[in-house]
């Protein structure tokens, strides 16, 4: 019990630290609300399970054995993460050449919360650094005597369910103080301020080694 209680802790420390999957999710949810900040969290919660799956059953492994695949993936991520950046930038950009122009209040369409979905899952994915804190993080929780790759399973859930909580919170949160980020002024500030942060972990996973 004492080991759930302190994973449980250590799960939500986890989720509160910002980081790549943190910006994609604020992003999202800035620019088309709480359905797509949830499709956005749904992937990434999707992206950490099939990690940790990973984990378990000894795969990841086999991407920190081979640096090519490595570097391939945190390229790939990197790049991903620059171009995210570079649409919110742009977008600043044209909310500033047209700073009068509202907002149209109508929901986001089903291709909408696919796009975001994928963009949660594709960040989580294309960052190895996920694969080694999986692989890292879990295997500290198990109990001595219990089957390894099932606890590990029940595990991933719990941090699935957490980590999904959490970011639930602050979509949700985001999404109250939508008649104030919807100021055409703050909305593009936001975009500019998100564009970078996006480029700036491209730019650091790009360089940064294992």
């Known amino acids: 019990m004492y080991l759930l209680v302190a994973f449980v802790g250590a799960c939500l420390l986890v989720a509160m630290v910002p980081g790549v999957s943190a910006a994609v999710i604020l ?20 992206g950490i399970f099939l990690w940790a799956l990973a ?19 945190r390229v790939a ?56 804190f999986a692989m890292s993080f879990l ?22 369910l957490v980590d999904t909580l959490w970011f639930a919170l602050v979509v949700w949160t985001i999404a109250r103080t939508k008649e104030l980020l919807n100021r055409p002024s703050v909305r593009r500030r936001l975009e500019q301020v998100s564009g970078v942060v996006l480029i700036g972990l491209g730019v650091r996973l790009a360089v940064e080694s294992r």
């Open 27 to 46: 992003r999202q949810t800035l620019r088309a609300g709480r359905g797509s900040g949830m499709a956005a969290t749904f992937g990434n919660e999707t």
């Open 139 to 160: 295997p500290q929780f198990v109990p001595p005597g219990q089957n390894v790759p099932l606890t590990l399973v029940l595990l991933a859930v719990i941090w699935v």
């Open 77 to 132: 991520g990197a790049v991903f993460l620059v171009y995210m950046g570079a649409q919110s930038l742009w977008q600043a950009r044209k909310r500033r050449r047209a700073p009068d122009a509202a907002e149209p209040e109508t929901a986001e369409p089903v291709t909408g919360w696919r796009r975001s979905y994928l963009a949660g899952l594709g960040t989580c994915l294309a960052n190895p650094k996920a694969a080694v």
């Open 55 to 73: 984990a378990a059953f000894g795969l990841s492994a086999l991407l920190l054995a081979s640096q090519l695949a490595y570097d391939v993936m």
